[in-house]
Nanobody, 123 residues
């Protein structure tokens, strides 16, 4: 079974930075696109970013574009989300996920999820 584990969340002040990691087990990431999604209290999950299987294509939501950077190191079976210039609106549980395919789509239905990592931005 595919297993995804997120890490790197925490409490930061506005304007600060965090780097989230998503490590896979049970399979290698070589063939799979990985998306980052988040869910804030009282809100639906929203897509944040996605990276294709080989890193050639990336996607960012309008709310994070220019502040977040997604990358991957398939040799380490890990995808990263570098988050800069954080603001309180970024507070959420962040999840990594895959639909089992190699490419990113705005309407992807994700079959595999991690447990999530909490990001809190507050002064």
């Amino acid at each position: 079974q595919v297993q995804l584990v997120e890490s790197g969340g925490g409490l930061v002040q506005p304007g600060g930075s965090l780097r989230l990691s998503c490590e896979a087990s049970g399979y290698t990431l070589d063939y799979y696109a990985i998306g980052w999604l988040r869910q804030a209290p009282g809100k639906e999950r929203e897509g944040v970013s996605c990276i294709s299987y080989n890193g050639d294509n990336t996607y960012y939501s309008d709310s994070v574009k220019g502040r977040f950077t997604i990358s991957r190191d398939n040799a380490k079976n890990t995808v990263y989300l570098q988050m800069n210039s954080l603001n309180p609106e970024d507070t959420a549980v962040y999840y990594c996920a895959t639909d089992g395919g190699p490419y990113c789509y705005s309407d992807s239905v994700y079959d595999y999820w991690g447990q999530g990592t909490q990001v809190t931005v507050s002064s």
